[in-house]
Structures are given as C-alpha cells and as structure tokens.
C-alpha cells in the first residue's frame, strides 16, 4: 500500500484499523486495513467515509477567552490560576474534569494523573460513564478486576451468539459482519434478545422481544433450568468459583420457565427454545452492551449474565465467554488508566494500599484518597454550586446526560468553564469561559484499547490546523503552569505510554491481569511502529481470577419490580443510536452521504399505538416527560413492542430545533456504576398538527436560524438541506433566503409556494412550503447547487427526463435509495442479498445496510405470499 498510514477509526470500540492516504490539503482516502485483527479490511459505513469528515467546517482553530481570540499562554495562565484560585478558596473537590472516550490513552492519562495525584480530587469522570460503567462494576464483582473476558475471535468460534441489548448490526457493524461470516462458515446459531426488532433480528434463529429491564429474570431463569436439568460445571463451581450463602437457594425459588417468561412477557416455548440452544452449545459467548448497560439495575444485569457463564464454566475458553462490547474507541483505555471517577488508575481502586503505590509511583503530592463525583452526580453538584471550575474535554454533556436542560443550566451558573474541542459552536461549548483548540482524529497522535482489550495506534495523517493542540499537551501545560512543572514534562505521547505502561507492572505481583511490562521500555521509534497487539492473553483460562483467594464469584442479583405504566406518562421511551451516524453527529454530521440514511430525527412508534394517538407516518409528534419535552418525527414501526417508543440520542441545537432526546430521560441512575437509566423512561407522545410543511435549500455551510416549529437541518454537497414546519405566515422563512435574483411560483390552491435566489448564475437558495400540496424530491433541487447557471426552469424542481424519487438512501456508499431497492426486487425477481448487490450494487461495498437489504427480500417474499393467498 503506498504512501498509506495505519491508524484506527475513530469510531466505536471495535476499534477497526484503517489505511488511510493523505492525497493533498486535507484529502484522505480511507480503506479497511486487511492487516488489523479487529477488522480484517472491513469497515462500517461511518468508518468507510471518514475521508469526508477531514474538512475544517465549524472548527475551533484557536483558544478564545469569552469571543476574543487568545494566545495559548494566555488561554493557559488563565485557566491554571482559575483552578489554583478555585482549590485555594474552595478545596481540591470544588472543581471537576469532564473527559471522553474519544480521548487517547496518554491524553486520559495525563488528566487522570493531574487530577487524582496532583489537585488531590478523583472528581474526574468520563462520558464512558453513559457507556459501560456497569460493565466495569460487573466485572470487578464477579472477577475481581474489569476484565473483559472475551475477544472478537471467540466469535468466530462460538457455536451460539447471544446478543443482548445491542443492535450490533447498527452499532458495532463490523462485529456484526463477523458474526455473520462465522454464521456462514459453521452454522453458529443467533439469539437476539432486545424489545425491539431491529436489523439485528434479521435472519437470526430467535429474537426474544423482552419486556424493557427484565433481563435478570431471564438470565436468573436460565440458571434454574441449567441447574435443574442437571448441566451447571459442578467442578468448576467448587474449585474456581465462590457462592455467597442462600445464592441457590434464590435461584432455585421463582424462576421456573413460566414465571420468567411472564415476567419477560415472551413466549414460554420461545423461551425454552433459548434456553435448550444454550444447553446444546457449550462454546456460547453472550455480548453485550448498552440495552443492558444503560438501566438502573445495569450492574446487577451484567452480572446475571456473567453468573451463567460462571456456573456452566463458558469462560476461559475459546468460543465461550461474556462478552461486554463497548461503545467508545478508547472507552476501554480510559479504563485502563483509571479514567473514571470510581477507580484510580492501572485496575488500582481507592484501596489505601493502592493510594500508597500510586502516590509512591507518582511522587504525588495530593493523592485522591476516595472515588469522587460521577457524571450524574458531578453535574449535581455544578448547579447547587458545589464544583465552581469545570473542565470539559472532548465530549458534549449539554447533548448527551439525562435531564440535559438540568445539565445546561449547571452550565449556565459554573463560574468557570473550560471546553477542549474540535469544534467551535456545540450545545456545550456555548457555555464556556474558555475554548482550547484539540487536535482531531487524523491530527493527533497515541493508543486506543477496543473492546477485546487490542491496543492499536492512531496516527496523525495531516498537520496540525490553526493553534490546535494535542489534548495531552494542554493537559500537561496547564499542569505545568499549576506548579508541576517536572512531573509533567513530557515531550511526547511515547512518553507517557511508557509511564503508563511501567505503572501498571509497579508492585504488580499477579494480583491484576493489566500488566504492560513489555512496554515499559518501548523506543520512540517502536511505539512509533508498533502494530496492534491483546494484552491478557485469555482471561482465565488457569481458572484463576483477580480476587484474593483466586476464585470467581457468584453475585446475588434479583429482578427488580418493573414499573407500572403511569397515567400522566403512560408510555415508555427507549433511547439507541442510529447506523451512520455518531454520538452528536459533530464529525458524522460533516458527511453528506451518511446524512441520507436517516435525515430527521425520528420516534418508532408501534401501529396500534400510533392509531390510538391519532399519529399517522410522518406526522410530527411531542415526547414529554417531567424532565422536559422535544419534538420528533413520527415513524410507525412494528419492531416496536406496544406502549413504548424510540428515539435516537444523536440531535442537538446545532442541527435540529427538536429531536433532543438527552432532556427527556430521568437523572437516575444504577447503584453500583453510576450508570444512568437511558433505556426505559415514562413518557407521553402527543400529535403535533402543523399548518404548513416545506423545505429549504442553502448554499454554503454556514448555519442559518429558521424561525419555525420544526426544522432539521443535513449536509449535502455544496451546502445544506432544511426540512421545516410551522404555523402561522410561512413567509417569515423568507428572511433566511440570501440575496440574489428573486424568483418566485405560488399555487394559491394547494397553498404552496416556491422561491428561489440566483447570484451570478447558480442557485443561491431555494424555499418550498405548502399547506396542503405535495412536496418534489430534493435530490434534484440539491444537485442544482454544483450547476453552473440555473435559469427560472428550477422552480419545477425536477429537471427533463428526471428519474422517480429514489426514496431514503439505504446503501450510502453507492447512494441508492429504498425505493430503487424495491423496484428491483419487485421487477427482477431477487431473491436474496447477492442478487441485490449483483443487480444494483448495494451492500457491495461496506456491507453496513445488509441487513436492511435482508429486510426488504423478507418483506417482499410476505408480500408475493399474501398475494398468492
Ligand atoms: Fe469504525 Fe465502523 Fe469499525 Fe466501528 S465498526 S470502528 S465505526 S469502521
């Protein structure tokens, strides 16, 4: 491959390795790197169109102080003597570092040293609270460290895939992609367990439509059937594990099939089905992720699952494991150095023992002697004024906590905010004191853990733009400016790599499986080199575990009652993401192509009850819930279970006037992990009714401020699409129209009206709204963007010879559109996913809409059915 660097998408924690070749300005190509164990040459949508997010539209290019732009010494003295005033007056605990995963290893490491060793606070918590923090208690319960005990090739030799709570095809598509080449291979069998049907369901053996947090009862009702037929490891049990007294005794009360299947409201026959699969293979590996994650009682899911994998002895072994997937590209490094709130650093806890070796370690000052604020609880403690400096790295709270308008009005009253971001305008940095320019993907450079613990590099593939930055230099500097000038005087990511590696072999005498010895002393020139490597080899394997007497542990976990619908919120709201977009689609966001699988923020709602609300497909309609209320865009599902909705997390004010579904859920949160509760929250949809509907076409990227009820806005080629809708006089929209030679259509009938702007020739601007008409495809209108001269003909919005509206983009790398999917389904007779790619080329590339393509033959062959009937 010439002139290709390998690096690693900066995506999810599949943590898949790309070649990518810079090919002039900020030009990349990107290719799956065949090279890297996570992907083997294969990327998702998201991964594959990188190359389109490299453009420095919306950018924070230097440090701003309020809107003045600042040089970086005086940005920096400003916030190191903020900090050090705050903690003088107010003590270590009133201030705060918000962090992410999207950071890299060294950079989490840095600020994880500064704060736990220097200020002598751990109230430094992470957005991978949000992700996996339940993983992280489940597995320092059951295991004695937060260990994954699992990796990518387990599912290449499992006999039985369980997934639960994770629409892997949409979220972790190259997993899925894999899981279904090993089912093409060996016949692995796939259970989806999640309450609703999504593309994951797709050709699997079995989905069990569970009721929303009843995972407990399953995975507690599994264990009886196991223990009563006779087929738990009772060696295994006795030598390797540890049981608390009365744990068979709960299990072997209550949880006989027809109890669980009530209390999971499935089937007992679907039931027994999954639970005979499980008996028949004992090379089973059970994934996991946010649909069990993300509850109240997430720590006690996790370790209801690893409970049955502990008592059957699947763990350890190749093909047979628990399997928590994470969400974040370095969720997992953040772990590792200790990123969260709850733990230390290098699998160390707040144990005074573990304080003592760190502090020793460090020559730490200010050792942190407890576990500080987690995310929920630390912007609890912003607003009633108790943390009076914040440090927000990488991550956009205002979008993504629950009770988001309680977060912004934290925000809102902190005396001192500092972001770290790429970009300029988010829902967050509006807030802040201080902006520091970071660097972005494809700028910066260090490691990143995946979900099966593969440590792999990202490299810079473009300069740095403007005054941007490292994170891990404006970490040290400001550390440096706060008085530690030695004990952060690194000139290098290599050299915090190696501190950090040397810290997690310190006084490591076998007690914690992360042990980076071999890096201690790596070169400059080999971890420049290095190439993705597993540390941990197979967890377990010896039957021995991280806890002082080496055995596993049983944990004791009930179901917990489910809540009853209410009257005022008689629904319940479950939150997800959608396939080509990430996080708040800051960098998704920036590609038009990915814009197109989902262009509006939508709430699933099932038939029956959208019929009972008066709800017809494309209405808008209101979700609220104590916390607050948005609009979305209704969409009929029946992959959706009756009574309960969903919507996607990824919207903000910087693209939509609706669709925040981050205000909506309850700021509770799990016990144990501190994990919040996205996953079931009572909620009331309304109909919305609008007097007028439309569109709006911009050249350029600069945000326009559309003064209606509803607007959404994309990224297309050459500018930006608005869908919007309102009330009262549509004219007011004109005010976003920019200047140029006005032309204008009106049908007073159907109450539409069409105006376009032209300057020097091309399409400026063009405004569709109608009260009652049909509105014309888009496409068309948006291609006009890139002609060189556009005459009054464009009002048509449809050019000679036009082609149908090819409908929602389903294959975004070969942009071919549902409806054109149909049509050759329909009139050329496929029959499956190849002839459709054979035919028209979908699904050839990423492979990321194959399941939606799966869908279609299956909902075309019921259609040829029921009419043969
Ligand atoms: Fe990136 Fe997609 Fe791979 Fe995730 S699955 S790491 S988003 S290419």
């Excluded at 705060?96 to 989490?108: H, K, P």
């Excluded at 599912?155 to 039985?160: K, P, S, T």
């Excluded at 439509?209 to 407990?216: H, I, K, L, M």
């Excluded at 037929?229 to 009772?234: Q, S």
Aim: proline share 6%; aromatic share 6%.
């Amino acid at each position: 491959m010439v002139n290709s660097i390998r690096t690693t998408c900066a995506y999810c924690g599949v943590g898949c390795g790309i070649a990518a070749t810079p090919t002039g300005g900020r030009a990349v190509t990107i290719r799956g790197d065949e090279a890297h164990p996570a992907n083997s040459g294969r990327l998702c949508s998201k991964g594959t169109h990188l190359g389109e997010t490299m453009g420095l539209e919306g950018r924070l290019l230097h440090p701003m102080i309020g809107d003045k732009r600042a040089s970086w010494d005086k940005a920096l003295d400003l916030v190191a003597k903020r900090f050090r005033e705050t903690i003088a007056r107010h003590g270590p605990d009133s201030v705060a570092f918000y962090v992410s995963g999207q950071l890299l290893t060294e950079d989490y490491y840095v600020a994880n040293k500064l704060m736990k060793g220097f200020i002598g606070s751990a109230n430094i918590d992470t957005n991978s609270r949000l992700c996996m923090s339940s993983a992280v208690a489940g597995h320092t319960r059951a295991f004695g460290e937060d260990i994954v005990p699992a990796s990518y090739e387990d599912l290449d030799e499992a006999d039985l895939i369980v997934l639960v709570g994770s629409n892997t095809a949409w979220c972790h598509p190259v997993v899925y992609q894999r899981i279904q080449a090993a089912r093409a291979a060996r016949g692995t069998k796939l259970v989806v367990i999640d309450p609703r049907r999504t593309e994951t369901c797709e050709g699997a053996d079995l989905h069990l439509a569970v009721r929303p947090g009843s995972d407990v009862a399953l995975m507690n009702g599994l264990l009886a059937w196991m223990d009563q037929a006779g087929l738990l490891d009772t060696d295994f049990l006795r030598d390797r594990v540890n049981a608390p007294d009365g744990f068979w005794d709960a299990i072997r009360t209550g949880h006989d099939l027809w109890s669980t299947a009530k209390a999971c409201d499935v089937p007992p026959a679907a039931l027994q089905q999954f639970y005979e699969l499980f008996a028949a293979t004992s090379r089973t590996v059970t994934l996991f992720s946010q649909g069990v994650n993300q509850s109240i009682r997430g720590t006690d899911q996790v370790n209801a699952i690893i409970n049955v994998h502990l008592a059957t002895n699947r763990i350890g072994k190749p093909g047979a494991a628990p399997f928590s997937i994470t969400g974040q590209p370095n969720a997992m490094g953040g772990r590792e150095v200790g990123g969260l709130a709850s733990t230390l650093a290098a699998h160390m806890d707040f144990a005074p023992e573990h304080v003592a070796r760190v502090g020793r370690f460090w020559s730490a000052p200010n050792m942190a002697t407890k576990p500080g604020l987690k995310a929920v609880d630390l912007f609890r403690a912003i607003g009633e004024g108790r943390i009076k400096a914040l440090w927000v790295m990488a991550t956009n709270p205002a979008v993504s906590l629950p009770d988001g308008n309680r977060v912004r009005e934290a925000l809102a009253a902190c005396p001192f905010v500092v972001v770290s971001d790429v970009m300029a305008t988010t829902d967050t940095t509006v807030h802040a004191h201080v902006r520091l320019p970071a660097a972005a993907w494809g700028e910066k450079d260090g490691t990143v853990t995946n979900s099966d613990r593969t440590v792999s590099r990202q490299r810079a593939l473009l300069p740095l733009p403007g005054d941007a930055k490292p994170d891990w230099w404006i970490v040290t500097q400001v550390a440096r400016r706060m008085g530690w000038q030695d004990t952060f005087a690194y000139d290098r990511p290599a050299d915090i790599w190696r501190e950090h590696a040397r810290l997690t072999a310190y006084r490591n005498d076998g007690a914690r499986l992360l042990n980076l010895q071999a890096q201690a002393a790596i070169s400059n020139e080999a971890y420049d080199a290095m190439t993705p490597f597993r540390w941990g080899g197979t967890p377990f394997a010896d039957g021995r575990f991280s806890t002082p007497d080496r055995k596993a542990r049983l944990v004791p976990v009930k179901q917990m009652d489910l809540q009853a619908p209410l009257r005022e919120w008689p629904m319940t709201l479950n939150t997800g993401r959608y396939r080509d977009q990430w996080h708040t689609m800051t960098r998704t966001g920036l590609s038009p192509k990915l814009a197109r699988h989902r262009e509006e923020p939508l709430v699933e709602v099932h038939p029956h009850d959208a019929a009972a609300l008066g709800i017809a497909d494309g209405d808008l309609a209101r979700l609220s819930t104590p916390q607050g209320e948005s609009l979305f865009r209704a969409r009929i599902s029946d992959g959706q279970r009756l009574g309960e909705v969903f919507t996607p997390i990824h919207w903000t004010d910087q693209q939509s006037s609706g669709g925040r579904t981050g205000l909506l859920p309850r700021p509770l949160v799990d016990p144990h992990s501190g994990q919040p509760g996205f996953k079931s929250t009572p909620v009331r949809v309304e109909k919305v009714v609008t007097e007028w509907k439309g569109f709006l076409i911009l050249r350029g990227d600069e945000p326009a401020r559309v003064p209606c009820l509803w607007m959404t806005r994309i990224t297309v080629p050459g500018g930006a699409l608005y869908e919007v809708a309102g009330n009262g006089d549509p004219a007011r929209l004109d005010t976003c129209l920019p200047k140029g030679d006005r032309i204008e259509a009106v049908d007073a009938t159907r109450g539409t009206r069409r105006v376009a702007m032209i300057r020097d020739g091309r399409l400026a601007g063009v405004l569709i709204v109608t009260r009652t008409g049909l509105l014309p495809s888009r496409e068309w209108l948006i291609g006009q963007l890139a002609v060189e001269s556009v005459g009054a003909s464009v009002l048509a919005a449809r050019g000679p010879g036009d082609q149908p509206d090819k409908g929602a983009v389903v294959c975004v790398c070969f942009d071919i559109g549902l409806n054109q999917i149909v049509a050759a389904i329909r009139d050329q007779g496929l029959v499956d996913v190849p002839a459709i790619g054979q035919a028209i080329g979908a699904g050839t590339n990423c492979g990321s809409c194959r399941p939606a393509l799966a869908n279609l033959i299956m909902q075309s062959s019921q259609e040829t059915l029921r009419a043969a009937q």
